[in-house]
């Protein structure tokens, strides 16, 4: 499952053209320093809305870096293959018993660069909990993880502070909760109730 190199497509390059036009229309300004070396888990959150995708496009493009995210393979056939290669997109099947957390901590081995952007709630929605595969990730890898931010109230996004995974869950989460209780998503009444706790992976 090793990454493709290649020149992106026509198609890749004038979507990401328009929605870094759409960004700056917006008025967002991105904020923090790129952690190096460049091998961690970006979290995303809180995801509130689709808005959310459009406008991290914008924000790590300004920033200068081009997070992966992973997808079901189902994406990655004719016609769509390239575009999602290109957009930053790394298959993943979870059919047949697939182990997407060890599938993501090997492809960390096959990179000296690869920065993986997972959105732990899961849904758009209101949640309880965090799935915690990202955690699992992390510590499997041994990369440490990064807070992504969206700020709807100040128009800023980008990335907080380092943190490294302990192995205690929780405490290491209280962490993460500190930086985003700073955060106001697009919409607040569908922020997590908790990011601490075990959940699903």
């Known amino acids: 499952m090793a990454l493709e190199t290649r020149k992106p497509s026509l198609l890749s390059r004038g979507v990401r053209a328009l929605l870094m036009w759409f960004y700056r229309r917006q008025g967002w300004t991105a904020v923090g320093e790129i952690p190096e070396p460049r091998r961690f888990i970006i979290i995303a959150a809180p995801h509130t809305s689709n808005w959310d995708f459009l406008y991290y496009i914008g924000l790590t ?31 993943v099947d979870r059919k047949k018993g697939g182990n997407y957390v060890q599938a993501m901590i090997d492809e960390f081995g096959k990179h000296k660069e690869f920065m993986l952007t997972i959105a732990p709630e899961g849904t758009r929605g209101a949640v309880r909990k965090w799935k915690t595969g990202f955690y699992h ?34 405490a290491d989460m209280a962490k993460v909760a500190e930086v985003y209780a700073k955060v106001t998503p697009k919409f607040p009444s569908k922020q997590m109730a908790s990011i601490t706790g075990e959940s699903e992976t």
Do not use: C, S
Not at 62 to 84: D, E, S, V, Y
């Open 137 to 170: 990730i992390a510590m499997g890898a041994n990369v440490p993880m990064v807070v992504g931010m969206m700020d709807y109230g100040k128009k800023t996004g980008g990335l907080g502070p380092l943190i490294w995974p302990t192995g205690d869950y929780e």
């Open 61 to 91: 493009q300004t920033l200068g870096i081009q997070p992966h995210f992973m997808a079901k393979t189902a994406l990655f056939r004719w016609p769509m293959r390239n575009f999602m290669l290109d957009m930053g997109g790394v298959p």
